[in-house]
């Protein structure tokens, strides 16, 4: 939408409010879960994602998200079932940002 500034007929600026301004990987919830995890992300940008599960060790345990997403609120479930009670760690990646969370499934 555009929006008319107080006193200045021509000139105009833009408000965005619905779009997300920053990128942004929320807590898993619960945490810890058993067995499963609510994951919540907000995309700034449309972008590449990938949202994967690592175990202490390094390995790769599972590979939630691998598409090209628009930007917004996005959310997604882990379920662990067939993983042990521990500490993984959840990496999110777009085009320009990468975080990781440290989530706990306790069976």
Same mark, same amino acid.
């Given at each position: 939408?555009?929006?008319e500034l107080e006193g200045t007929a021509t000139a105009l600026a833009m408000a965005n409010i619905s779009?997300?301004?920053? +990128?942004q990987l929320q807590n898993a919830y619960p945490n810890p879960f058993n067995p499963t995890a609510n994951i919540t992300y907000e995309l700034s940008?449309?972008?590449n994602v990938k949202m994967e599960i690592y175990d202490l060790s390094g390995k790769l345990i599972d590979s939630?998200?691998?598409? +090209?997403q628009p930007m917004g609120l996005h959310s997604i479930n882990w379920n662990a079932k067939s993983q042990p009670?521990?500490?993984y760690f959840l990496q999110l990646t777009t085009n320009n940002h990468m975080e990781t969370r440290k989530i706990t499934c306790v069976k």
């Open positions: 939408a555009y929006v779009c997300p301004n920053n +990128f940008e449309n972008s939630l998200v691998d598409e +090209f009670s521990g500490i």
